[in-house]
């Protein structure tokens, strides 16, 4: 079994603070983890994705994402937020065996960039 | 590369007409591609994965013979909603996988359907 909790449905910041969307994962095995956005009235755009190779991983955007075991997560960050960036957020994993190639995702974070 | 096309992109129904939605691969082939309803302000929860060839595995709680899915080639797979009612009216999502990519999943652009 697997599942995605996103702490926080809702993120605002400024335009150039630091974004952190925040996606702690549930696996029985190792999983590959997955973030997405989407745009109003749009399908889903992937940002970025961890297969087991480095733990640091870098996107599209300016976005990058760290797995750490330990504390089953894979926080989703940009160092400077920008105006286009505000969307919806989803982290999502999927898990190897019978359940290869579905993902399961968490319930979305909706960032918001103000001036 | 890695593009996922859905047609229509909108569409309004009368309740009790059933409505066809198609999911393409344009630049690469598809063994699997994953239909997805999202419901407003909510996530995508996975209905059902299309096998080329083969039947359709349906996710627990979805009918399948409400959702017939057929993927009758490597880049194409379509969703028919029969007999629609409004509570079906929702967000559709297709994804696939590329055969050649493995984990990834690309997903199209959605089918809101609307059924008065």
């Known amino acids: 079994a697997q599942s995605v909790t996103q702490l926080g449905s809702h993120v605002s910041v400024s335009e150039g603070a630091l974004v952190l969307l925040r996606c702690n994962y549930s696996?029985?095995?190792?999983?590959?983890l997955f973030w997405y956005v989407q745009y109003p009235n749009q399908g889903l755009q992937l940002l970025l994705k961890?297969?087991?190779?480095?733990?640091l991983v870098k996107g599209i955007n300016g976005f990058e994402a760290e797995f750490k075991k330990s504390e089953t997560s894979f926080h989703l960050t940009k160092p400077s937020a920008h105006m286009s960036d505000a969307a919806e957020y989803f982290c999502?994993?999927?898990?190897?065996?019978?359940?290869?190639?579905?993902?399961?995702f968490g319930q979305g974070t909706i960032l918001t960039v103000h001036p | 590369g890695a593009v996922v096309s859905q047609h229509p992109s909108r569409v309004i129904c009368k309740s009790g007409t059933s409505v066809k939605i198609e999911c393409r691969s344009l630049d690469f082939q598809a063994t699997t591609m994953f239909w997805y309803r999202q419901f407003p302000k909510q996530s995508l929860m996975l209905m059902a994965t299309?096998?080329?060839?083969?039947?359709?595995?349906?996710e627990q709680g979805v009918e399948k013979d409400k959702f017939l899915i057929n993927h009758a080639s490597l880049t194409l797979s379509t969703l028919t909603v029969t007999s629609a009612h409004p509570e079906d009216s929702s967000f559709y999502i297709c994804?696939?996988?590329?055969?050649?990519?493995?984990?990834?999943?690309?997903f199209g652009p959605g089918t809101r359907l609307l059924v008065l």
């Open positions: 696996s029985s095995v190792p999983p590959y």
């Open positions: 999502a994993v999927s898990s190897g065996g019978t359940s290869y190639g579905k993902l399961t």
């Open positions: 961890y297969t087991s190779a480095a733990t």
């Open positions: 994804s696939a996988n590329d055969n050649g990519g493995g984990e990834t999943q690309y």
């Open positions: 299309s096998n080329e060839g083969s039947k359709a595995t349906y």
